[in-house]
């Protein structure tokens, strides 16, 4: 089992940055590849990032060139650098770990975190 717990979301100005942070605790953090996804309301949890066990790096299109990914394996932690933001980044931000190759799709994912709120506004 692996435990995920996000934080750092919050109220932003479009713009403006935040950085989430993502605290994994259980089985061994390496053998993990960790992912961030969003959700919005009445839409469908998307894919933002993902990292894997070897930092192999990987971004949604919407994504790119604003946000950054990376891990601390010394410390079982994964973050999510968000700068440029724009209201349409407003979502629940989750943090998950697969032991999967595949990255891209949420059912690669077996561990979730609880997610944290990102309000962009305008």
């Known amino acids: 089992q692996v435990q995920l717990v996000e934080s750092g979301g919050g109220l932003v100005q479009a713009g403006g940055s935040l950085r989430l942070s993502c605290a994994a605790s259980g089985r061994t953090f390496t053998s993990y590849g960790m992912g961030w996804f969003r959700q919005a309301p009445g839409k469908e949890r998307d894919f933002v990032c993902a990292?894997?066990?070897?930092?192999?790096?990987y971004y949604a299109d919407s994504a790119k060139g604003r946000f950054t990914i990376s891990r601390d394996n010394a410390e079982n932690m994964v973050y999510l650098q968000m700068s440029s933001l724009k209201p349409e980044d407003t979502a629940v931000y989750y943090c998950?770990?697969?032991?999967?190759?595949?990255?891209?799709?949420?059912?690669?994912?077996?561990?979730w975190g609880q997610g944290t709120q990102v309000t962009v506004s305008s």
């Open positions: 990292i894997s066990r070897g930092g192999n790096i």
């Open positions: 998950a770990a697969t032991a999967r190759s595949s990255l891209f799709g949420r059912q690669s994912y077996d561990y």
